[in-house]
C-alpha cells in the first residue's frame, strides 16, 4: 500500500487548501482513512477520518471548516479546510486501515497501519 499526499504549500491567514490523498494497492472505502497533522515539537494529532461508508469524524479543533471526502474512483481521500490560521501549520499526513474504525479510535495513530510521507502545511 502506498499513500501519497499532495496539495501543501505556503497560505494566508484566513485562506483556504485541499489535500489530496493518492492510493495505490488500497481501495478508499475499503476501510477507514484519516488525515493526521504534525507541528514541530508537538504530537502528531488526528484532524479527520472518513469510514468505509462515508461517515467522518473531525476534531474539535478543525470542525465546522473542515470537509474530508472521498471521490467515486476510490482511489484519493481529501482533505478542504478554510479559515486558516498560523495553528494549522503543520506536516500533514494521510493514513489508512483495512477495518473498521469508530468514535472510540479514529484519532488514534495506532489504529492505523498505512501512512504516507506528508506534505507540509505553512499558514502565515
Known amino acids: 500500500v502506498q499513500l501519497v499526499e499532495s496539495g501543501g504549500g505556503s497560505v494566508q491567514t484566513g485562506g483556504s487548501l485541499t489535500l489530496s490523498c493518492a492510493a495505490e494497492g488500497y481501495t478508499v472505502g475499503s476501510g477507514c482513512m484519516a488525515w493526521f497533522r504534525q507541528a514541530p515539537g508537538k504530537e502528531r494529532e488526528a484532524v479527520a477520518s472518513?469510514?468505509?461508508?462515508?461517515?467522518?469524524y473531525y476534531a474539535d479543533s478543525v470542525e465546522g471548516r473542515t470537509t474530508i471526502s472521498q471521490d467515486g474512483t476510490k482511489t484519493t481521500v481529501y482533505l478542504k479546510m478554510h479559515s486558516l490560521s498560523p495553528d494549522d501549520t503543520a506536516m500533514y499526513y494521510c493514513?489508512?486501515?483495512?477495518?473498521?474504525?469508530?468514535?472510540?479510535?479514529?484519532?488514534?495513530?495506532?489504529?492505523?497501519?498505512?501512512w504516507g510521507q506528508g506534505t507540509q502545511v505553512t499558514v502565515s
Open positions: 493514513a489508512a486501515n483495512r477495518a473498521l474504525c469508530s468514535w472510540i479510535d479514529w484519532s488514534s495513530v495506532a489504529t492505523y497501519n498505512y
Open positions: 472518513i469510514r468505509s461508508n462515508g461517515g467522518t
